[in-house]
């Protein structure tokens, strides 16, 4: 379908009227003042170029938003959102938008980066490394104004979209605004996650569910999405930001550990299933760095009484070195750049400070207890 009378409104929105529904689009509304404007503007205009949904009956009525992405994978395909869901549209873009082709232009050639969780910690660190390395970022933030720095120092070589990765809708506009701005998605870090330090009987229901819904089951969805893109390409990166818990979990780390060995399953059956189409995976296993992970951004219970030996150490513990961590974040990225440039790159590899001193201990123990108890437990003779 190609849409017939664009305008751009406030620079911000475009409208077509095609007569039995709207389509409406916004590239890189991500600032509140533009936002708060957006129904104001799509009200105002379409009254100017006479459509019948030009006045506040408008705002009764649905809007009709095509994906680009879902035209290029699968053909097209129409969305349908209530004009109260127009948060949403931000993220949307229009393959026929002008200045799209021109960034399109503008961009080729360089490698374009969609990394999520870019608003702080090492989401942010990881961003501002790629892009001072010459490549383009998509990332997503949590709220308006993230990561506004990046914007200001990078310019136009970073996209940046409000988005959840626990919402597959703001996932899907996080995407389709990739492949519309940059034209592709070479690689692919899943970062956006936090930690969750707790007992395992001192955790609520609800926090279990959250913990896993963003680190776990966010990251999935993410993935699902962008690999039609990767397959369309036949080519890709992907990288899973696990962690040293992904290795070896320590007490008050059962539900983090958790989430984060199920990340590593996924990936590493991922891993085999794209072989043979052009995209690899590898998951990374960070130790500690200097970010807010285990500030504003970690979440914990109090620890029972029974546990306060366990647990309770450990949290102050982590609590102690907030702020202090040996690592520094912008180090991650450069390290990740090294695997997107290795022709065959590691599946699983740790990341210091501290992580491979911990995942070579796990491994060496693993192994001791396999020579051990392997022989003894055997249903079968062995050798």
């Known amino acids: ?83 109260s869901d127009l948060s949403h549209i931000n993220a949307y873009l229009t393959a026929q938008y002008p200045r799209g082709r021109e960034r399109l232009v503008r961009h080729a050639g360089r490698e374009v980066w969609f990394i999520t969780g870019v608003g702080r910690g090492l989401g942010h660190g990881i961003a501002e490394t790629v892009l001072r390395s010459g490549r383009t970022v998509l990332g997503t933030v949590r709220r308006d104004g993230d990561a506004a720095d990046l914007r200001e120092k990078y310019g136009d070589r970073i996209c940046l979209v409000t988005a959840d990765v626990t919402d597959q809708r703001s996932v899907s506009a996080a995407v389709a605004a990739a492949v519309d701005v940059f034209g592709r998605i070479d690689v692919l870090v899943n970062n956006a996650g936090y930690t969750l330090v707790s007992g395992i009987e001192d955790a609520t229901d609800q926090q279990i569910r959250d913990q896993f819904e963003t680190n776990t089951f966010g990251t999935m969805s993410v993935t699902r999405q962008v690999l039609p893109v990767m397959r369309k390409q036949s080519s890709g990166r992907i990288i899973m930001v696990s962690s040293v818990a992904g290795a070896s979990a320590a007490p008050g780390m059962g539900y983090y550990a958790a989430t984060k060995h199920a990340i590593e399953g996924f990936a590493e059956s991922l891993s085999k299933e794209v072989a043979d189409l052009g995209i690899k995976v590898s998951i990374v296993q960070p130790g500690l760095f200097r970010t807010d992970t285990l500030g504003s951004s970690m979440q914990s219970t109090t620890p029972s009484d029974v546990y306060e030996r366990s647990v309770g150490n450990l949290l102050s513990a982590l609590t102690g070195l907030s702020g202090s961590q040996p690592g520094d974040p912008s180090r991650l990225g450069d390290a990740l750049i090294t695997l997107v440039e290795e022709e065959n790159p590691p599946l699983r590899v740790p990341i210091d400070p501290g992580a491979t001193g911990s995942v070579r201990g796990r491994l060496e123990q693993q192994l001791a207890e396999l020579d051990e108890w392997g022989p003894k437990l055997a249903t079968e003779p062995i050798g």
Do not use: K, N, W
């Open 1 to 83: 379908m190609v849409c017939g009378g664009i305008r751009d409104v406030e620079s911000h929105v475009l409208c077509a009227d095609l007569g039995s529904h709207l389509v409406a689009v916004a590239p890189y509304v991500t600032d509140q003042h533009c936002r708060s404007q957006l129904d104001h503007s799509l009200c105002r205009r379409l009254s100017d170029t006479g459509s019948a949904a030009g006045d506040e009956r408008y705002f009764s009525r649905q809007v009709h938003l095509l994906s680009p992405v879902d035209r290029a994978v699968a053909g097209t395909q129409r969305l349908t959102l209530h004009t």
